[in-house]
């Protein structure tokens, strides 16, 4: 059997680590990151400790026929400054996407985020993929998401010959994932906006990697919405994961956990509060439809694992 390339960027991070575990043994895997990679089960792979931004990442495509791109290496921390994070996720992947069309690379796989849609009290009940990015709109200090999503998508048009898959998942939680919602409901006491309790959509790790790897075995191109096995308001995600809900004035929260952010101890930025106030939900029928995609873990088991780290 023939065998393939596939090159994962940010191959350190756990969602990654889990999503090279499953490619399957008819594809060899090179994978390149800053930090040092974990061992993944039952699978050799070639590793690069480098940056994307710098030109030593065109040598791999020189020397190596790369047939994939699976694009992970997006940093969604947002204590890192704006500037940095722009560098990384936009100058980083203008560069890695120029080297992917210079070296006729078959298949990209990009990983974007429902949050560029935005939280807001008239959003649709289900947003489908064609809805603006308003996340800007309130929340500009993640503007370097919404334009990595939109030169992903300009690019994607501009090449038609190369099959492209932007994926736009809902909140991906599990006990390798480490992000704003996962430190969150990992709280003892957690504090939620007075009369507010939004609907919300969550999917595992093991199901969004599942996800990833679906790409492989179609050539699709454009642009899905993932989400999980459904939604619940956020007073249930919190009672499923042994929280205890504690419900503060809006304006109140708000400025305490703008204090708590400015001092390196609060969970979450504070215009992040608008997620907590306002629904998101975005519509994934598509993908299912397109890549035969159905989550295998419940909303208890999906939820229950992220506190089990």
Not at 66 to 94: E, F, S, Y
Not at 102 to 108: A, G, L, S, T
Not at 127 to 137: A, M, N, R, S, Y
Not at 260 to 276: D, H, M, N, R
Request: glycine share 6%.
């Amino acid at each position: 059997m023939l065998r393939k390339k596939v090159l994962i960027t940010g191959i350190s991070g756990g969602l990654a680590n889990q999503v090279a575990e499953m490619i399957p043994k008819n594809w060899d895997i090179v994978g390149v990151g800053l930090r040092d990679l974990r061992p993944v089960k039952g699978r050799q792979i070639e590793f690069h400790r480098l940056d994307i931004t710098k030109n030593k990442l065109e040598d791999i495509f020189r020397r190596r026929q790369v047939d994939c791109v699976i694009h992970m290496a997006v940093n969604d921390n947002p204590r890192l400054p704006i500037k940095q994070r722009h560098h990384i996720n936009v100058v980083g992947t203008m560069k890695l996407l120029e080297d992917c069309e210079r070296y006729e690379v078959k298949k990209v796989v990009l990983l974007s985020s429902a949050t560029v849609y935005g939280a807001d009290p008239n959003n649709p009940v289900y947003i489908t993929e064609d809805f603006p990015l308003k996340v800007t709109q309130r929340y500009s200090e993640i503007s370097d998401k919404v334009e990595f999503d939109s030169y992903c998508r300009s690019w994607m048009y501009k090449n038609p010959q190369i099959s492209t898959i932007i994926l736009r998942p809902c909140h991906i939680i599990g006990s390798h994932v480490h992000n704003n919602l996962t430190s969150y409901l990992r709280l003892k006491y957690i504090p939620i906006p007075l009369g507010f309790d939004p609907m919300m959509q969550v999917i595992h790790e093991i199901d969004m990697a599942r996800a990833i790897n679906a790409c492989l075995r179609y050539n699709h191109s454009g642009i899905y919405n993932i989400v999980g096995p459904g939604e619940l308001p956020l007073t249930e995600l919190i009672n499923i994961v042994g929280g205890m809900p504690i419900p503060v004035l809006h304006v109140v929260g708000y400025s305490a956990l703008q204090a708590l952010w400015s001092l390196g101890i609060g969970p979450l930025p504070a215009p992040q509060v608008e997620y907590l106030m306002y629904p998101c939900i975005i519509d994934g029928t598509r993908f299912q439809k397109d890549f035969h995609f159905r989550p295998q873990l419940s909303l208890s088991e999906t939820l229950r694992a992220t506190v089990l780290y």
